[in-house]
């Protein structure tokens, strides 16, 4: 495990904030806030690439319905902090939708319009059961109208990197979750 000091990354510092052990301890208690929602019910499981990656490694193997798996992609950011443009995907859902109830898995929620455009898009394609669980959920940043029903961790409204999230493609690898130094 990397020792928990101040990283940089391109033009910026950031600094530890939640440690693997915490976040492998949050996983596990999604998993089962998601086994006992989903019971034997077979789910269509939606990674949203690529941030969620390392988030869905850790819980796939703890999820106990059976389920689909298919990724999907949007493209938002682009190599900045902030929104640049609508999004717009670069992975779309399948088409038709197997009629599964839907949970997308998110790394982090900010603020809420990549959500509403692909829970819109579901909605309108006919899906009546979308659920998203997302390990980072940013309250204060948060303007959608769909807010994900499981959540491992509200953080303040302050730009993070790490377990699979990178800064301009910097810093997936980390094993804790760092926060942009103040
Ligand atoms: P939203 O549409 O909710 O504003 O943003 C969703 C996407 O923005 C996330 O899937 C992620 O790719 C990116 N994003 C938002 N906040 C952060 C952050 O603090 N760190 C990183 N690495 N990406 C973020």
Aim: aromatic fraction near 10%; charged fraction near 15%; include cysteine.
């Amino acid at each position: 495990m990397d020792s928990l000091h101040p990283i940089a990354l391109r033009d910026k510092t950031f600094v530890p904030y939640i440690t693997q052990p915490q976040i492998e301890t949050r996983v596990q208690q999604l998993a089962a806030a998601l086994n006992d929602y989903y019971g034997t019910q077979t789910v269509l499981l939606m990674p949203i690439l690529t941030g969620a990656l390392r988030f869905v490694a850790g819980l796939l193997p703890l999820l106990e319905f059976p389920y689909e798996l298919h990724c999907i992609q949007i493209s938002t950011y682009a190599t900045e902090m902030s929104a640049q443009k609508a999004p717009a995907y670069t992975l779309a859902p399948p088409c038709p939708l197997p009629g599964l109830p839907v949970l997308l898995l998110e790394d982090i929620v900010d603020t809420g319009h990549t959500l509403d455009f692909v829970i819109q898009d579901l909605l309108q394609a006919g899906e009546t059961e979308v659920q998203c669980a997302s390990l980072l959920f940013k309250p204060a940043a948060y303007k959608g109208a769909h807010r994900p029903r499981f959540v491992g961790f509200e953080i303040p409204n302050a730009f993070v990197v790490g377990y699979g999230l990178d800064y301009a493609q910097q810093g997936r690898h980390l094993p804790h979750l760092y926060q942009l130094a103040p």
